[in-house]
């Protein structure tokens, strides 16, 4: 791998970081010099900010106003006098809460959303496969020869694909 | 002067709809408010530049079927109940408007409750492939699972590439080998096999 290979493995991985801003000082210089010699990097990141503004656009998850406000209510650490007699029950209570935090369901990570759209894509190609499956052979004559052969391998795929699976 | 705004915002939206039929993109915004579609997929040029450079890593056959798409959509409904009559009169609605539009039924299938639409929209550009469609749409309605799928393919499309896409898909991998990318759970049911 050259030298060349490898400046533009890094500027790939650091596509998300350079959108969302977070790239600063030898990186993002680095990275600014890659952009500008590199025209399929430059549309990736053009894709990533695009896809940013979609999302930051979306208000399909916004934070609760009252969720926000209690976390912002959340006092600063404090100091306290310390009492000895009290440590057990310090002890126990933050056993308490490790298990808590151990048994507590994970948040998902958050999802690229280059894998999204591929997923996205995918689960939409298989939807088309299903449809094109209930068509069977009752293909309209004023069908191109193109989209007819498009629906019978798509059906013929199906099948091997239900014959594999069993379903 | 109320009204005639509303005229000309009418005839405004009209003719984008108009426009973007003649383009091959099929407008969802006119399916019946019955709720929260179960799948909802819209994928714009920019997120399909993605699902290109997973493809150019994975097969070139891939990356030919999905050159010139522009815009894939997905809506499936599910526990329609007794919203199916308005998807119904809808599909049939929207039929007699692609058609006036030129759009071609390539399939219409009623039997058992039944009811698939497919259709396609010859190019109109010119210096494209022969058999190239400029969009393809698929309303499928369904009273025996209760549900309903319509799908909105626009750009340059091949077909023939296409389908055999589809077909492809999470079968022999196109997208299974590209690094991140899981393959996509089966659609909910699997009521199409």
Redesign the interface.
Same mark, same amino acid.
């Given at each position: 791998m050259t030298d060349r290979d490898l400046n533009r493995e890094w500027a790939r991985s650091q596509i998300e970081a350079w959108a969302d801003g977070s790239l600063a000082g030898d990186s993002l210089a680095r990275m600014d010099a890659a952009l500008t010699s590199d025209a399929q990097l430059r549309?990736?990141a053009e894709?990533a900010v !695009?896809?940013r503004h979609?999302l930051r656009a979306s208000s399909a998850e916004r934070m609760p106003g009252g969720l926000r406000r209690r976390l912002l209510a959340i006092p600063g650490a404090e100091r306290r006098t310390t009492y000895w007699w009290a440590l057990p029950a310090a002890a126990a209570a933050v056993a308490i809460v490790a298990v808590a935090l151990a048994l507590r369901p994970t948040a998902p990570p958050p999802i690229?959303?280059?894998?999204a759209?591929?997923?996205?894509?995918? @689960?939409?190609? $298989?939807? @088309?496969?299903?449809? !094109?499956? #209930?068509? $069977?052979l009752?293909?309209?004559a004023? #069908?191109?020869?193109? @989209?007819q052969?498009? #629906?019978?391998?798509?059906r013929?795929? @199906?099948e $091997?694909?239900?014959d594999e699976t069993g379903? | 002067m109320e009204r005639n705004v509303r005229g000309l915002l009418g005839a405004v939206a009209l003719m984008i709809t108009t426009t973007a039929n003649a383009q091959g993109y099929f407008s969802f915004d006119e399916i019946p408010d019955i709720g929260e579609p179960t799948?909802q997929?819209d *994928?714009p040029p &920019?997120? *399909?530049?993605?699902?290109n450079? &997973?493809a150019a890593g994975a097969s070139p056959e891939a990356t030919n079927a999905l050159q010139g798409v522009e815009y894939?959509?997905?809506r499936?409904y599910e526990n329609i109940g007794p919203n199916m009559a308005a998807l119904t009169k809808f599909v049939a609605d929207t039929s007699a408007t692609l058609e006036r539009e030129g759009w071609? &039924? &390539?399939?219409?299938?009623r039997e058992d409750g039944?009811n698939?639409r497919?259709y396609?929209k010859?190019t109109t550009r010119t210096g494209v492939a022969p058999?190239t469609?400029d969009g393809?749409t698929?309303m499928?309605t369904d009273e025996g699972s209760d549900e309903a799928?319509f799908?909105n393919?626009s750009g340059a499309i %091949?077909?023939? %590439?296409?389908?055999?896409?589809?077909?492809?898909?999470?079968?022999n991998g196109v997208?299974n080998q590209?690094p991140?990318?899981?393959?996509?759970?089966?659609?909910p049911g %699997?009521?199409? %096999?």
């Open positions: 549309a990736a894709r !695009a896809v979609a690229d959303p280059r894998v759209a591929v997923q996205d894509f995918e @689960l939409a190609m $298989r939807y @088309l496969r299903d449809s !094109a499956s #209930l068509t $069977r009752e293909v309209s004023t #069908l191109g020869a193109g @989209l052969e498009a #629906l019978v391998t798509s013929e795929s @199906l $091997r694909a239900t379903g | 799948v997929i *994928l &920019a997120l *399909l530049g993605f699902v450079e &997973a894939v959509r997905v499936v071609h &039924a &390539a399939v219409r299938i039944e698939v497919i396609m010859p058999g469609l393809l698929v499928v799928v799908i393919v %091949q077909p023939e %590439q296409l389908g055999k896409l589809a077909g492809a898909v999470g079968m997208f590209v991140g990318a899981r393959p996509a759970p089966p659609p %699997q009521p199409r %096999q």
